[in-house]
């Protein structure tokens, strides 16, 4: 139990160092970069929870497809590759306490809705025909809206790409 402790603790160490370069680096690519960190952690953590097949499809859809949607993106709107000043204002004071706010506004929501609440010892593992059940009956409308969202943000910038 506490090497599993340990380890969690150094993946979400990585994942929230990560998630922090994601909004502060001023290199859009970099940026997506650090995605990948973030995202290969949560792929860990499922691995982690005995979710072997979740981890799987965490790494190929959202570090296979999404990530590479991201960067086809940037290099179809032609996005600045380098650093750019631009990117930065100075309104990091006022990021820091909303951020905090809506740490603590969440915090206390799900203190409140699961503060008492324990979490079952036994080891259920979930087959992968569940897992499939689970998305293409009872969350089909989220998955379509998703994969509708996807398509319109990459027909959009092809749009954008081909207005010169």
């Given at each position: 139990?506490?090497?599993?402790?340990?380890?969690?603790?150094?993946?979400?160490?990585?994942?929230?160092?990560?998630?922090?370069?994601?909004?502060?680096?001023?290199?859009?690519?970099?940026?997506?970069?650090?995605?990948?960190?973030?995202?290969?952690?949560v792929a860990a953590l499922y691995i982690l929870?005995?979710?072997e097949f979740t981890a799987v499809v965490q790494?190929?859809?959202?570090?296979?497809?999404?990530?590479?949607?991201?960067?086809?993106?940037?290099?179809?709107?032609?996005?600045?590759i380098g650093i750019t000043s631009d990117l930065?204002?100075?309104?990091?004071?006022?990021?820091?306490?909303?951020?905090?706010?809506?740490?603590?506004?969440?915090?206390?929501?799900?203190?409140?809705?699961?503060?008492?609440?324990?979490?079952?010892?036994?080891?259920?593992?979930?087959?992968?025909?569940?897992?499939?059940?689970?998305?293409?009956?009872?969350?089909?409308?989220?998955?379509?809206?998703?994969?509708?969202?996807?398509?319109?943000?990459?027909?959009?910038?092809?749009?954008?790409?081909?207005?010169?």
């Open positions: 139990m506490l090497a599993q402790n340990v380890i969690f603790g150094a993946i979400a160490l990585a994942m929230a160092a990560a998630a922090l370069r994601v909004v502060t680096t001023k290199n859009i690519v970099h940026a997506a970069l650090y995605l990948v960190v973030v995202l290969a952690g929870l005995a979710a790494v190929l859809v959202y570090i296979g497809a999404i990530v590479v949607l991201f960067l086809f993106g940037i290099m179809l709107t032609r996005a600045p930065d204002n100075n309104q990091r004071g006022l990021a820091l306490v909303v951020s905090l706010f809506l740490f603590g506004v969440l915090g206390a929501v799900l203190n409140d809705a699961y503060g008492s609440t324990k979490l079952a010892s036994d080891n259920v593992i979930q087959k992968s025909a569940d897992v499939g059940n689970s998305i293409f009956q009872d969350y089909v409308i989220p998955f379509e809206v998703i994969s509708i969202l996807l398509l319109a943000a990459l027909i959009g910038a092809v749009v954008i790409a081909r207005r010169d």
